[in-house]
Structure formats: structure tokens, C-alpha cells
């Protein structure tokens, strides 16, 4: 591993590279932050990907891709004069001390959950009027409902076992039963939504995070149906020319490998 020393000059480096092209390239010199944003996103998904196939040297080199952003997110800023990467630096900083009195204070925690519980308390005291605040409203469903939780959690606004939630998972899939029988759709989707909520909420008490656990079964499925197409083509086979119990037989080989 590199020493501190060479990973500042490392960081040094992409700083000067970053002014550089801001200066010399039309592509970069165009860019807004406005523009660059979608890119942003697609990078982040791109680590997370790389995160969930366990595959190191694509973490490592998506994480470069999103620190490129960073920079040149700050670099923008510098330019209107209104921040540059040592405020974004400094101010995480300062954060990080300022919402870690257990560490950097004289607060004491006994685990994980004391710690969550003040993180909360601290950022109400910093100005925030709700702790639902810090949840970004484009958030993909699964994860807004995720940090939804946690957050109200992180107060006390809970259940107290997991067996409490699961009646609860089981008392929203008869309400959704109800509706699908009386066929409204409007209160079909709503009572669906609830039964999703209340799955991520089991999630949580289960220790699983949901975001995860559905890619996984995507991947699953994925590798699974396309084994399927494979096999189909190997026999020459449209797949809307087969019959279910056909694609089955395949279905079940995919699910033994």
C-alpha cells in the first residue's frame, strides 16, 4: 500500500491533471454541473455494480472514476468562486468531528445504536427541522423506503422484534388481498406499496439490505433465463415457439448449476 505521502502527491497529481484539462480540452472546458450530473449517476451505479460482483480492480477503478467527478465538480465551483475541493474537504471534516462527540468529545456510546440515535439528534440540532430531511427525493423507491426507515429508527420510532413486523408484512398482504378482490386499482397499488414497505422494513430487522438482496435475484434470473436462450438456441429454437414445460426443463437445469 502507499504511504500518506504518496497518496496526497497521487491526489496532487489528479488536481493538476484536472486544471489542465479544464484549461486545454474543449469537452472539459464545456462542462456544467448540471451536465455532468447524469454522468455522476451512471458512474455511481457503475461502482455498485462493481461492489456486488465482489470484482476488486473494477471497484477500484470505478472509485477513480468517481473521484474524478468530485474534482471536477470542485473545480467548477473554485471557478465561480464559490468553493474549491479544500472547503468540500474541510467541511466533511468538520462534519465528521462535529457529529462524533464519542470520539472527538466527551459523549459515551455503548454500540452501533447509540451512535445511529445521536447522529440523528445531532443533525436535528444543526438546523434541520426533520430527520427525514437528508433523504434526497430521487432516490430509487427501494432505497428512499431503506434511509426512510433507518432514519425515523435512529429516533426511536420503531418496532421492538422482528416478529412484530412480520405481522405487520402479513396484516398488509390480506389488506392487499381485499383490494385485489374488490378490483380497484388505485387502492391495489396503494396496498401493494404498503406490502413493499413493510418487506423493507422486515429487511431491515433481518439484517438484509433489500437493494442488494433484489439485484441478487436479477442477477439470479438473468443468468438463469439466459442459460435458457442458450440451450433453446442450440436447438435451433424461437423461445416463443416453445411451450412452458419445454423452457422448464432448461429453467431447472439453469437452477442446478
Same mark, same amino acid.
Given at each position: 500500500?502507499?504511504?500518506?505521502? %504518496?497518496?496526497?502527491?497521487?491526489?496532487?497529481?489528479?488536481?493538476?491533471?484536472?486544471? %489542465?484539462?479544464?484549461?486545454?480540452?474543449? $469537452?472539459?472546458?464545456?462542462?456544467?454541473?448540471?451536465?455532468?450530473?447524469?454522468?455522476?449517476?451512471?458512474?455511481?451505479?457503475?461502482?455498485?455494480?462493481?461492489?456486488?460482483?465482489?470484482?476488486?480492480?473494477?471497484?477500484?477503478? %470505478?472509485?477513480?472514476?468517481?473521484?474524478?467527478?468530485?474534482?471536477?465538480?470542485?473545480?467548477? #465551483?473554485?471557478?465561480?468562486?464559490?468553493?474549491?475541493?479544500?472547503?468540500? !474537504?474541510?467541511?466533511?471534516?468538520?462534519?465528521?468531528?462535529?457529529?462524533?462527540?464519542?470520539?472527538?468529545?466527551?459523549?459515551?456510546?455503548?454500540?452501533?445504536?447509540?451512535?445511529?440515535?445521536? $447522529?440523528?439528534?445531532?443533525?436535528?440540532?444543526?438546523?434541520?427541522?426533520?430527520?427525514?430531511? #437528508?433523504?434526497?427525493?430521487?432516490?430509487?423507491?427501494?432505497?428512499?423506503?431503506?434511509?426512510?426507515?433507518?432514519?425515523?429508527? +435512529?429516533? +426511536?420510532?420503531? $418496532?421492538?422484534?422482528?416478529?412484530?413486523?412480520?405481522?405487520?408484512?402479513?396484516?398488509?398482504?390480506?389488506?392487499?388481498?381485499?383490494?385485489? @378482490?374488490?378490483?380497484?386499482?388505485?387502492?391495489?397499488?396503494?396496498?401493494?406499496?404498503?406490502?413493499?414497505?413493510?418487506?423493507?422494513?422486515?429487511?431491515?430487522?433481518?439484517? &438484509?439490505?433489500? %437493494? @442488494?438482496?433484489?439485484?441478487?435475484? @436479477?442477477?439470479?434470473? &438473468?443468468?438463469?433465463?439466459?442459460?435458457?436462450?442458450?440451450?433453446?438456441? #442450440?436447438?435451433?429454437? !424461437?423461445?416463443?415457439?416453445?411451450?412452458?414445460?419445454?423452457?422448464?426443463?432448461? $429453467? @431447472?437445469?439453469?437452477?442446478?448449476?
Amino acid at each position: 500500500m502507499n504511504s500518506r505521502e %504518496e497518496q496526497l502527491k497521487a491526489f496532487d497529481r489528479l488536481l493538476t491533471i484536472m486544471d %489542465e484539462l479544464r484549461e486545454q480540452c474543449p $469537452w472539459d472546458r464545456k462542462q456544467t454541473m448540471e451536465s455532468l450530473r447524469h454522468l455522476t449517476i451512471e458512474e455511481t451505479y457503475e461502482l455498485g455494480d462493481a461492489i456486488l460482483d465482489k470484482d476488486l480492480e473494477e471497484v477500484r477503478k %470505478e472509485l477513480g472514476d468517481v473521484l474524478l467527478h468530485l474534482v471536477f465538480y470542485a473545480k467548477i #465551483g473554485s471557478e465561480t468562486e464559490d468553493f474549491d475541493i479544500a472547503d468540500v !474537504a474541510n467541511g466533511i471534516c468538520d462534519k465528521l468531528i462535529a457529529r462524533h462527540p464519542h470520539i472527538y468529545g466527551d459523549v459515551e456510546v455503548a454500540d452501533e445504536e447509540e451512535v445511529k440515535k445521536n $447522529w440523528e439528534n445531532l443533525k436535528l440540532k444543526e438546523g434541520k427541522t426533520s430527520v427525514l430531511e #437528508g433523504v434526497p427525493r430521487s432516490l430509487p423507491a427501494v432505497v428512499k423506503a431503506s434511509r426512510i426507515q433507518e432514519k425515523v429508527a +435512529g429516533v +426511536g420510532f420503531d $418496532w421492538e422484534k422482528p416478529e412484530q413486523v412480520f405481522e405487520k408484512l402479513q396484516e398488509e398482504l390480506g389488506e392487499l388481498q381485499h383490494e385485489i @378482490n374488490t378490483d380497484n386499482k388505485d387502492k391495489i397499488e396503494a396496498e401493494f406499496g404498503d406490502v413493499m414497505f413493510s418487506m423493507i422494513n422486515y429487511a431491515r430487522f433481518l439484517d &438484509i439490505n433489500p %437493494e @442488494n438482496a433484489l439485484e441478487r435475484t @436479477n442477477k439470479k434470473f &438473468i443468468t438463469r433465463f439466459q442459460y435458457l436462450e442458450g440451450k433453446a438456441k #442450440g436447438q435451433n429454437k !424461437a423461445l416463443k415457439d416453445m411451450t412452458l414445460a419445454e423452457m422448464d426443463v432448461f $429453467w @431447472n437445469e439453469a437452477k442446478l448449476l
